[in-house]
């Protein structure tokens, strides 16, 4: 079966489809907790907030929300503030490295010379993406992610750096 993934910007509006898919990402981790639709819209609307909605076209009428990458900007860097795909058969298909890969080539040419993102140390699947796609760790966060009827867990920080896009002058 033939699909395409196709990538959104987001906008305010699309909070209670992000909301939504957050928890449904989110539903099965400990170290996370899924964003409520208010907090969606609240992070919609933070300054330099960039994101990217994905979906999945298969032949036929349905196209579902897949995944989703939301960024702030902040300077010359940029902080995944989330990234998801939807769990099930849309994972391992290549949605986050879609999203990751127009993120960095979006943000690359604006400005932005740095990716930096928190993971749950003990989420060794996104550390080994994350890892794969050139970010490497940069410190730790102690007691960063707040567990529901736990201890709080701690997060690694992941960098990378971005190359300019090729149509931007190198520094002088």
Not at 48 to 62: M, Q, S, Y
Not at 93 to 107: M, N, Q, S, V, Y
Not at 143 to 166: F, I, N, Q
């Amino acid at each position: 079966m033939s699909e395409t993934i196709g990538l959104v910007v987001v906008t305010p509006a699309h909070a209670p489809v992000l909301a939504a898919l957050h928890r449904v990402c989110f539903a099965d981790q400990p170290w996370h907790r899924p964003w409520r639709d208010s907090e969606m819209a609240e992070v919609l609307a933070l300054p330099g907030l960039r994101g990217w909605l994905a979906t999945v076209e298969t032949p036929g009428p349905d196209t579902d929300p897949a995944g989703m990458l939301l960024v702030q900007i902040g300077g010359d860097s940029a902080d995944i503030l989330t990234i998801a795909t939807r769990p099930g058969p849309l994972r391992r298909r290549g949605i986050g490295r879609a999203l990751l890969a127009r993120a960095e080539a979006d943000l690359s040419g604006g400005g932005v010379a740095r990716m930096i993102l928190e993971v749950a140390e003990e989420n060794s699947a996104a550390i080994a993406f994350y890892s794969a796609h050139g970010y490497t760790v940069a410190g730790r966060r102690p007691g960063y992610y707040a567990a529901t009827g736990g201890p709080s867990r701690d997060a690694l920080v992941m960098a990378r750096p971005l190359l300019p896009s090729a149509g931007d002058s190198p520094p002088e």
